[in-house]
Structure formats: C-alpha cells, structure tokens
C-alpha cells in the first residue's frame, strides 16, 4: 500500500485542470502519441464541445520515482464550475491528497477558495500548483502573496508549471511521491469499499467505480450492497488505464471498478458500501452528505408512448449522476412526466441535453423554479416547488423564498455595473473589501430565484469573463410572492406557470407573452395570449387572424354583395374561436425559459 497515491486535482474554473492532467497522463506513458488527444479524460462529446469537465474521472498511472521505486497514482480529475461542486466533494473522499490549481494571469478566484474549504473538510495534503507560468501576463509572486493572504496557505513549498507547454510536469509527480501520505488500511480485514460512481453498460449491466478501504476483492467473490442488503456474483475487478484494465484483485488503497452483472439499477447507490456476503464488515463507511437541489423544473416526454423510455432513461442516468432527483408529476397540458431537482442552471442545461443525446429522448422542460415555503393561516408550514401545488391565495398567511450569500471577486473597475445588477437583483447587505490592490471582493445577499433566471450569463458578460462567483444558501426570508399563471386563448396553460415576486410580475408576465406571440403559429382566429395573476389580467398581446381574401373573386359590381361575403366570413371566424383550441408548438415553452440576452 505504500507504494499507491491517491490524488485529485481541484481549481477554478478554466485553471488549467484538465490539460494538467492530459501532461500527467503523457508523462506516464499509458497512451501512444498517435492515440492521444487533448483533454482526454472528458470523453463525453459535450464536454469536448462546451470546454468543461461535468464528470470526475479516474486514470492509474505507474510512476517510476527518483528513488527507483514504482508507484501507482490514482489521479481523479474533477469539475470546476460550480454547479459540480458535489462531483468534487465525491472525488475528494476517495483522495490523500490534492493538487490546487491557480492561474498565474487569473489568480486566486471563487471557485479556488470554495474547493479549497472542501478539501479542507477531508483533511488532505494540499499542494499548492500555479499554471500558465508562460503566459506573458503571468504574474507569480502576486499569486505566491495570494496564497498566503487569501488562501491561508505556506508558499514556500508551492510547484511552478505549464501544463500547455508541459514545464514542470517532473517535479508535481515527485511531491505527489513524498508529499501524500499512502492510503491506510488492512487488506486482510473484512471487505469495505465505498461506490463514488457508477455507470450503465448495456452488455455488462452496471459498472461501479469504487474506492478500497479496507480488506480485497476479487473475482468469484459474493458480494452485497449495505444499504438495501442484496447480493452479486463479482464478474471482473480492475482498474483504469484510460480504457478498464483487468486485474486479479482490488485491495485496500486501491481505486477501481467492480463488474457483478447488477442488472436492477435502483440497487446500487452513491455512497453505498460493500462489502463480503460471507464476512460482512462491522458497519458502513461514512457516505457522502444528502444533496439538496436549489432549482426545480419538470421533464415531459413530447409523445406519451415514451413515459416508459424517459423513466428507465432517468434510473439509469441517475447511477452516473448521482446530484440528480426526479419523482412522478403530471400535468394537464403536457400529461404525464417527472419533477427534477437540479444544483443550477448549468447542471439542468447539462442533463436536458445529455438525456436527448445518450439516450436518445425527446424532451419539454418546464419553467425552472425554487423551493418556496409558505405559512398558512392554520398554521401549517408548505413548501412548494411546483406552481400546480400553489396553495389558494386567501389561506396564505406569508411566503418565504430562499436567499443565498453571493460572493464575487472582480477587477475593481467592474465594480459599479457590478453593483447595479445586483440591486436590480433585489440584493441586500453588501460588503466590499479589496484583497488585493486593483481586485474587489463583493458579497452581496439575494434571493436564490432571480439568480437563477439569468445573473450568471449577465454577471460574466459585465466583468468581461473576469468576475468568479460562488454562492452558498442562507435562509429563508418573507417575502411578496404570487403565482404567475398564462392564458393561451383563455386557457390556462399550467406548464408556464411560475411563481414571482410581485414587483417583477407585470415584467415576466409581459416578457412571456410576447415570446409565445413570436413562437405560436396564426390560426384563422384571433388569439389572446394574457398574463394573470387571480382573477387579474395584468399583460396581453394579441396574435392577429389570417385573413382570407374572400372579396378577390368580386371585380367591379355591387359593394353590397362584397359586404355579404364579409359578414359571412365574420360570422364564420366568430363561431371558430368559440370551439377553436390552440396547440402550442414545444418550441415556445423553451422560448420562454430564454434570457433577454438570448
């Protein structure tokens, strides 16, 4: 065991995470050059495409040290952006030690300072990395003064490199080497191994990624899941070298797979233990926390026939992500589908468009919304993160909605433009301080629902790409918050309903009619498209009729017969709108989750 390393590496976002971890992987050996591309542990097409990691990844590499002897690193490479936070903390209890990248330009940034806390929480070695050491407009000792200052850290031991040109690549591996302690355990206690991830494959069943605590596992074995008792044949145990290797064994210290032929989904769960059927293990390891999803939305399959599809799609897509939680909803305009809670915007974007490509689903998002709670006159508490179980208006006593601290670090000359959106936000009690000469640290506190609608996108296009932001959950706090609902024809279309504060009513019931006049097709009638809050009509747009030229036949003559041709028509479009209903086409429902940028 002491002859294994088990490290992550952790930054901000674009730091330089996945290129670091192509050069460590070079240096090692396990790929041909002709075989190699770059960031080639994202081996999802959407993350090649967007330039971001969504999932950690595993690689083992052999490593022959400066004092001759061989080890194996265990390199798991993570996310940075924010809403994959919980890929991190997963990744980190399966590590020793990690590697904390920071951009010599950039320095340290949000993103930096919340993986640093949770590696903290772990109690791992932290090695401190700069990257981008040849950029021109690198600037190293302002990074070694902010590691000290902001990070709290010892400089003197950080490691210089350049992971693009591949500088400095040695001397990380080495203090990997001697600066993580090797992982503890008895190889020959009863089995304990704790599953950080898991993946379905179509031939094999379900492959679980997992971390060796105590005891060795093998092939032939029987092993069982902790938490819901049920047992497997063990098929295949290895590691990964990019593609699974096999191996004999798995022992305590190792990080690998396991492949048992489990066919029932639902039976294997991140932050499960296993252990040995015939020697079971005193008690489970400690798991991963709950994670508690700050934004909702509801999928519905767009043909009914496909409910089945979407559901089987949704078990299997939660064993690879396992931030993700669903249960039934129905709904009158788009029948039956799931409610879904998501960690932001970015993670529902992420899964929305991983559904339709890996499993091959045609989808309709609802409205995203937050979870508000509400006190009922009778003294009961609700929360409701559906706008269909909106409790009667009269019964409410108060509503609360979830506020978030939301801290920014930004060139200072952002900070006015910065400070407007924020206000326009609805944000309270901001605190201003500067870390460093020319880069403000803003905290701002706000209510989690205008966050989520479009800040972010708004935020990096103010600061140019150079504001961080990073936020965690406060409270709850009253506030004056109304359901929102929209009629299509003096229907009520229950999938764009949204809950809102009362100020921002009148503006998103305007904005989400005119979008659905722009996205619904003419009809031969005239349709209302309204924004009503009760009772009370507070937007409108109207998309106008075709209008047949039933006078085009008619040259010269009498008018008096053009006029009876027209009234006719009249009569005729009149008791069309009485029986006319208006399908909306999938397209408008996205059209109105769109920001103003968009």
Same mark, same amino acid.
Not at 140 to 146: A, G, K, L, W
């Given at each position: ?115 640093? #806390? ?108 902790? #938490? ?114 998501? &960690?932001?915007?970015?993670? &529902? ?22 979870? #508000? ?226």
């Amino acid at each position: 065991m002491d002859k294994i390393r088990n490290f992550s590496i952790i930054a901000h976002i674009d730091h330089g995470k996945s290129t670091l971890a192509d050069r460590l992987i070079q240096f090692a050996g396990i790929v041909e050059d002709r075989n190699f591309q770059d960031q080639i542990l994202d081996n999802m097409d959407i993350e090649r495409e967007r330039g971001i990691t969504i999932k950690s990844q595993v690689v083992s590499l052999p490593y022959s040290a400066k004092d001759k002897k061989d080890y194996t690193l265990n390199l798991i490479d993570t996310p940075g952006h924010v809403d994959f936070s919980y890929e991190v903390s997963r990744s980190l209890a399966s590590c020793e030690g990690v590697l904390l990248l920071i951009d010599a330009a950039q320095g340290v940034q949000a993103q930096t300072l919340a993986n640093l #806390y949770l590696a903290m929480e772990h109690n791992l070695e932290i090695i401190p990395v700069i990257n981008k050491i040849d950029l021109p407009s690198a600037d190293v000792d302002r990074v070694i003064e902010q590691i000290e200052s902001e990070l709290g850290l010892d400089a003197t031991d950080h490691l210089k490199c350049s992971a693009k040109m591949g500088i400095g690549i040695e001397e990380i591996l080495e203090a990997v080497v001697t600066r993580v302690p090797p992982p503890e355990g008895d190889p020959d206690a009863p089995l304990a191994a704790l599953i950080f991830d898991a993946k379905y494959d179509s031939f094999r069943g379900t492959v679980i990624h997992c971390r060796v605590f105590n005891g060795t596992v093998k092939s032939g074995d029987t092993i069982r899941f902790v #938490y819901n008792n049920s047992s497997y044949r063990v098929e295949e145990v290895g590691h990964f070298l990019l593609q699974r290797e096999k191996r004999d064994r798995l022992s305590a210290g190792d990080v690998g797979y396991i492949i048992a032929g489990v066919k029932t989904v639902s039976d294997v769960r991140t932050g499960d233990t296993i252990t040995l059927e015939n020697r079971p293990c005193a008690k489970p390891l400690p798991g991963f926390k709950e994670v508690k999803p700050v934004v909702f939305a509801s999928i519905y399959p767009i043909a009914a026939d496909d409910y089945s599809d979407l559901s089987d799609s949704l078990d299997k897509f939660k064993l690879n992500d396992a931030s993700f939680v669903y249960e039934k909803d129905s709904s009158a305009a788009l029948g039956q589908g799931f409610r879904c809670g998501f &960690l932001g915007l970015l993670h &529902l974007d992420i899964v929305q468009e991983r559904l339709e490509r890996e499993f091959d689903l045609s989808i309709i998002i609802s409205v995203p919304s937050v979870r #508000y709670r509400f006190t009922l006159k009778d003294g009961t508490t609700l929360f409701v993160d559906n706008p269909a179980h909106y409790p009667d208006q009269m019964s409410i006593l108060k509503g609360e909605e979830p506020y978030i601290r939301a801290a920014m670090m930004l060139p200072e000359r952002y900070m006015g433009a910065v400070m407007k959106l924020c206000m326009e936000k609805r944000g309270v009690n901001s605190t201003l301080n500067y870390p460093t000469p020319g880069r403000a640290e803003l905290t701002y506190e706000m209510p989690l629902a205008e966050v989520i609608f479009d800040f972010y996108d708004r935020f990096k296009s103010i600061t140019q790409g150079y504001g961080s932001f990073d936020y965690d959950i406060i409270d709850y706090r009253e506030s004056s918050l109304v359901l929102l609902d929209i009629l299509v024809n003096g229907e009520k279309v229950d999938a764009l309903s949204q809950i809102v504060h009362r100020e921002r009513a009148r503006t998103r019931g305007l904005q989400a009619c005119e979008r659905l006049k722009e996205e619904i097709p003419k009809q031969m009638f005239k349709i209302a498209i309204q924004g009503a809050i009760g009772g009370e009509i507070i937007s409108r747009t109207t998309i106008t009729a075709f209008r047949k030229d039933v006078i085009a036949k008619c040259y010269g003559g009498d008018i008096s017969r053009k006029r009876k041709l027209l009234e006719k028509q009249k009569k005729g479009k009149k008791r069309m709108k009485m029986i006319g209903n208006v399908s909306i086409p999938q397209s408008a429902f996205l059209s109105v989750l769109k920001s103003d940028a968009e």
